[in-house]
């Protein structure tokens, strides 16, 4: 069983920037797929950053903007999120899975709040 515990979230106005960090109870190595995903109210959950091996994804509405990384030493994965809009609101959610639900885990989740 693994934990995943999500740090960073809160209030910034738009423009702004937040680095959310995920830190998982034990190796992260063993991990293809890592990374986060986010829900708006009345929204279904969407995926904002991931790394599927070495190769990241980021949904259209982040590049350029946001910034996944990850610290294998510390088992910890990063998003950094700079030129923060009010669109970026929402529940983010740290991922690890072995592969696509097979050893899957989710963490509980941070809020973000943009304000105009």
């Known amino acids: 069983q693994v934990q995943l515990v999500e740090s960073g979230g809160g209030l910034v106005q738009a423009g702004g920037s937040l680095r959310l960090s995920c830190a998982a109870s034990?190796?992260?190595?063993?991990?293809?797929?890592m990374g986060w995903y986010r829900q708006a109210p009345g929204n279904q959950r969407e995926l904002v950053a991931v790394?599927?091996?070495?190769?990241?994804n980021y949904a259209d509405s982040v590049k350029g903007r946001f910034t996944i990384s990850r610290d294998n030493a510390k088992n910890t994965v990063y998003l950094q999120m700079n030129s923060l809009k009010p669109e970026d609101t929402a529940v983010y959610f740290c991922?690890?899975?072995?592969?696509?639900?097979?050893?899957?885990?989710w963490g509980p989740g941070t809020q973000v709040t943009v304000s105009s």
């Open positions: 790394y599927r091996g070495a190769v990241t």
């Open positions: 034990g190796s992260i190595f063993r991990f293809n797929l």
């Open positions: 991922r690890v899975a072995v592969a696509e639900g097979i050893g899957d885990y």
